[in-house]
């Protein structure tokens, strides 16, 4: 089915580890995501990539780094993992630069640093 | 302010009553409006988009824009327990030269059977 892929699932990671979570669209959108979600302060971005070749902060890049490998995909990377970053991250897609379209999430990937 | 609020609920219906969700938004500016509804434990899904205006309805779904009260609402007809889950309302807003998608922190939705 069409939609936005997430890999993994779920993680647990010792502090100071670093991994990379992959996101891959196959519904030649051009904007792509990566949230996270954390109880009581809701969706926050942290990266984004209007287009292929762009990548941007969000609210909250600080810890993380991202690329966009392709128009299909854009991978969020922990490059020194800290509890903090314990959460759910959505990768998502949306297929106006402008935003004026709704957005298609992943699945998610529920992280937990130890 | 907050840019986007929700009430965080939980609001309870019976089943097959009509459920009420409403967004209140401070940027007078806003053009597009979304609601998203999220099941525990799953990724958001996006449910409806208003632009202008008035009501736009979609099966049991009706969403509802009044950009002079700078409100918009989610009315479930008919309400199911499969409704159960939390309504995320999310708003772009003028940012200076861009435009950011703000999201509510959603209400809690329960349908009781």
């Known amino acids: 089915n069409a939609g936005v892929t997430q890999t993994p699932k779920f993680q647990v990671l010792k502090t100071g580890q670093s991994m990379t979570l992959q996101c891959a669209q196959d519904m030649n959108h051009n904007s792509m995501y990566w949230y996270r979600q954390d109880p009581g302060m809701g969706l926050r971005l942290i990266y984004y990539?209007?287009?292929?070749?762009?990548?941007d902060k969000g609210e909250v890049p600080n810890g993380y780094n991202v690329s966009r490998l392709n128009k299909r995909e854009f991978s969020l990377r922990l490059e020194s993992a800290a509890p903090s970053q314990t959460s759910v991250y959505f990768c998502?897609?949306?297929?106006?630069?402008?935003?004026?379209?709704?957005?298609?999430f992943g699945s998610g990937t529920r992280l937990t640093v130890v | 302010q907050k840019e986007v609020e929700q009430n965080s609920g939980p609001l309870s219906v019976p089943e097959g009553a009509i459920a009420s969700l409403n967004c209140t938004y401070s940027?007078?500016?806003?053009?597009?409006f979304f609601w998203y509804r999220q099941y525990s434990g799953k990724s958001p899904e996006l449910i409806m988009s208003?632009?202008s205006n008035g009501d736009k309805e979609d099966g049991r779904f009706t969403a509802q824009l009044n950009k002079a009260s700078q409100y918009v609402s989610l009315l479930i007809r008919d309400s199911q327990p499969s409704d159960s889950a939390t309504y995320l309302c999310?708003?772009?807003?003028?940012?200076?030269?861009?435009?950011?998608?703000?999201w509510g922190l959603g209400t809690s939705l329960a349908v009781n059977p």
């Open positions: 998502a897609s949306s297929g106006r630069t402008d935003t004026n379209y709704g957005y298609t």
């Open positions: 990539s209007a287009s292929e070749g762009t990548t």
């Open positions: 208003i632009y």
């Open positions: 940027d007078r500016g806003s053009q597009s």
């Open positions: 999310a708003v772009i807003i003028n940012a200076g030269n861009n435009r950011k998608l703000i």
